[in-house]
């Protein structure tokens, strides 16, 4: 009897049971496709906003939507085809987290080369400068001209704080404001001249000629110095990918052998230490050729 009423409550118990399974899993995927959602907002939301952010400080106005077009793109096409062409999972994650990282890098680099232009810039710049005061001119009159004379980054730089003087922008106020765009010794020290000879007065053509003649002596020992330490930088770039390029070799003649490296614990720690002491080695080396003047 007990038999039949087990053979009688199969069907129900299995319909019962894939029922709730089928609950389960639409409830668990409807929560994952919201949180996803949300995610995906945030994402867009943050990366325009940054985007739009950091590129109109340096004066490059990009569609936000379109650069997230192409980040997306890019996050979803390089992984896949290293994949494809590697056959390795672990090769396609690498370049996923590469391809994620891009456009902070590509940031930084933009934002570096802007920032060396415009203290290349600076000293004639400030020699200009001194001669409109010396002529009678005021530091606006001065300014206007420089603007007319130099080229970007900085005839943009002065000519944003120009128009935030012609809309009543306090004076100080605009120089703190150009301030947090250019965070370079050279021009804070341009900046603090500019504050002194407002508030307490002074001869500031002649500050601002022997400010122009100490950045001319400093770019020509930071020049001397990139070029003494240009040989150690390339010995930090040549140690740095030498073993990754006779790792790549050597998987191309022995796959087998090299292949423990990704499949076997200890290959994994063999490949975790020499990637950290490749990093450390090549941090070490950069902190010894990079010298501040």
């Known amino acids: 009897m007990l ?26 995927s409807w929560f994952a496709l919201r949180a996803g959602r949300h995610f995906w907002e945030d994402y867009e939301s ?7 952010s ?3 400080d340096m004066f490059l106005f990009v569609d936000p939507q379109r650069l ?15 994949w494809a062409l590697t056959g390795n999972l672990l090769y396609g994650l690498i370049t996923l987290g590469g391809t994620l990282f891009l456009p902070f890098y590509a940031y930084a680099i933009i934002r570096k080369r802007r920032f060396k232009a415009f203290e290349k810039q600076l000293p004639d710049a400030l020699t200009m400068i001194a001669g409109a005061l010396k002529a009678g001119a005021s530091i606006n009159m001065a300014l206007e001209s420089l603007v007319k004379e130099q080229p970007a980054p900085l005839s943009q730089e002065f000519q944003l704080f ?5 809309i009543g922008v306090d004076f100080s106020r605009s120089l703190q404001n150009m301030e947090q765009r250019l965070p370079i010794p050279d021009f804070q020290m341009f900046a603090s001249a500019l504050r002194i000879a407002r508030e307490i007065g002074g001869n500031l053509a ?11 002596r400093k770019a020509t020992m930071e020049g001397k110095i990139d070029a003494l330490t240009a040989q150690g930088r390339m ?21 087998e052998a090299m292949s423990k490296l990704f499949t076997d614990k200890a290959g ?16 070490f080396i950069s902190k010894i050729t990079a010298i501040d003047v």
């Open 54 to 56: 950091n590129l109109a």
């Open 162 to 166: 120009l128009r935030e003087q012609r």
């Open 46 to 52: 943050v990366f325009k906003e940054t985007a739009s």
């Open 235 to 255: 010995q930090g770039y040549v140690m740095t990918g030498l073993p990754v390029l006779l790792g790549f070799l050597l998987y191309l003649l022995e796959p």
């Open 3 to 28: 038999a039949g009423l087990l053979n009688i409550l199969s069907p129900f118990l299995l319909t019962l049971v894939a029922a709730l399974t089928f609950v389960a899993v639409a409830t668990i």
């Open 68 to 82: 997230f077009f192409f980040n997306i793109l890019i996050n979803i096409i390089a992984p896949l085809l290293v």
């Open 268 to 283: 994994w720690i063999t490949l975790g230490v020499a990637i950290t002491m490749e990093i450390m080695g090549y941090i």
């Open 206 to 216: 002649e500050i601002l000629e022997r400010l122009s003649d100490t950045l001319r």
